[in-house]
T-cell receptor, first 115, second 111 residues
Framework: KAGVTQTPRYLIKTRGQQVTLSCSPISGHRSVSWYQQTPGQGLQFLFEYFSETQRNKGNFPGRFSGRQFSNSRSEMNVSTLELGDSALYLC??????????????FGSGTQLSVL | EDQVTQSPEALRLQEGESSSLNCSYTVSGLRGLFWYRQDPGKGPEFLFTLYSAGEEKEKERLKATLTKKESFLHITAPKPEDSATYLCAVRPGGTASKLTFGTGTRLQVTL
């Protein structure tokens, strides 16, 4: 079974630009979450989608947005990039329902550098 | 607000030298405590889920335990390939899949 796939693997952007990151979850997984990882803050929750609906959102500005498609694939968008947005963006998917299905499976991430 | 604190931040062991990593947490209605391993340039890899105080899980040289306030990841006779960052995370009660992570323990195992 294929794992969580994130594209692109690396991105370099300049301040003020916008960026879209893509995530394909494990087949059969309907929940997709996004996390930002930086050396100082660790992993911080951005948002979670389940069946095309945003179910939970972290404490990030409105410049960070996401969506989920009917096939469970997800995208996140960051508009008006700032230097502080440089980070590893991780996507994770999970099954739903019942004990034992709570664990998240992570992709390898998209490393975003904002210059 | 859910909080997770991991200690130590970094740990250097010699091969075969056993030790423990600590994860202290506060969460509203624990639905699960998770341990992950992360190698440089990769996403976290799932190790264990613990659900209630007193529970233990083992995998090769790793053993995770849980109390009402903390979890320990015991590493027995580590090898260099166990070098990685170990992350602890908690999931609160409810339907959302949000995990709160600690900042991790960077483990280096030398020959």
């Amino acid at each position: 079974k294929a794992g969580v796939t994130q594209t692109p693997r690396y991105l370099i952007k300049t301040r003020g630009q916008q960026v879209t990151l893509s995530c394909s979850p494990i087949s059969g997984h309907r929940s997709v979450s996004w996390y930002q990882q930086t050396p100082g803050q660790g992993l911080q929750f951005l948002f979670e989608y389940f069946s095309e609906t945003q179910r939970n959102k972290g404490n990030f500005p409105g410049r960070f947005s996401g969506r989920q498609f009917s096939n469970s694939r997800s995208e996140m968008n960051v508009s008006t990039l700032e230097l502080g947005d440089s980070a590893l963006y991780l996507c994770a998917s999970s099954l739903e329902g019942g004990r034992g299905n709570e664990k998240l499976f992570f992709g390898s991430g998209t490393q975003l550098s904002v210059l | 607000e859910d909080q997770v604190t991991q200690s130590p931040e970094a740990l250097r062991l010699q091969e075969g030298e056993s030790s423990s990593l600590n994860c202290s947490y506060t969460v509203s209605g624990l639905r699960g405590l998770f341990w992950y391993r992360q190698d440089p340039g990769k996403g976290p890899e799932f190790l264990f889920t613990l659900y209630s105080a007193g529970e233990e899980k083992e995998k090769e040289r790793l053993k995770a335990t849980l109390t009402k306030k903390e979890s320990f990841l015991h590493i027995t006779a580590p090898k260099p390939e166990d070098s990685a960052t170990y992350l602890c995370a908690v999931r609160p009660g409810g339907t959302a899949s949000k995990l709160t992570f600690g900042t991790g323990t960077r483990l280096q195992v030398t020959l």
